[in-house]
C-alpha cells in the first residue's frame, strides 16, 4: 500500500478533548482557515464565515452554555465555522450550506493534525438551541448559523487514533439481499 504524508495524516487524525496550556503560533492558524476555506463548495459559493475565539472570557462563557463543549475551558482557541444564508436569492447556498460547511470543518481537521495540534468536532446545528448559544454569545447577525464548536490547541497526551476501517461497511457495485 502507498502510504503519502496526506494519508498518514488522515489516519491518526483523533478527537482532542485536553490541551496544553501552550498558546497557538497566528501563523498556523491562518494555515488552517486556509485550509478551510480551500475545500470545495456546492457552485463554489462558499457560504462561510469562520469566527475564531481566542478571547479567554469568551470560550469560557461558550463551554458555560454549550453541553457536549467542556474542553473550550482548557482550549487557547477554537473556530467556529457558520453559514452564511443572509442572500435569501442565493439558493445553492441555502441549500448547500452544511454539506460546504461540512467539508471545510473536514479540511480544519486534518490541517490542525498535520501542525501537531489537536482538535475535536462538537456539534451545533441542527439543534436550535446549541445554534443560539455561539449565535448571542458572540453576536452574530441573523442568517449566520454556526455548524459547530472546533476547540483547537496543543494535546495534552499522545493518544493513538482508532483504526475505524470496518469491511462491513463496504458495498460494491449495488446491494446483495
Known sequence: MCMNEVIKTILERRSVRKFSDKPIEKEKIELILKAGMASPSARNRQPWKFFVVDDRDLLNKLADELPYAKMLYNAPL?????????DKEDLTAQTFWVQDCSASVQNILIAVQSLGLGAVWTACYPKEDRIKIPQNILNMPEGIIPLCVIPIGYPEDKTEAKDKFKQENIIWNKFQN
Open 78 to 86: 477554537c473556530i467556529i465555522p457558520c453559514g452564511d444564508i443572509r
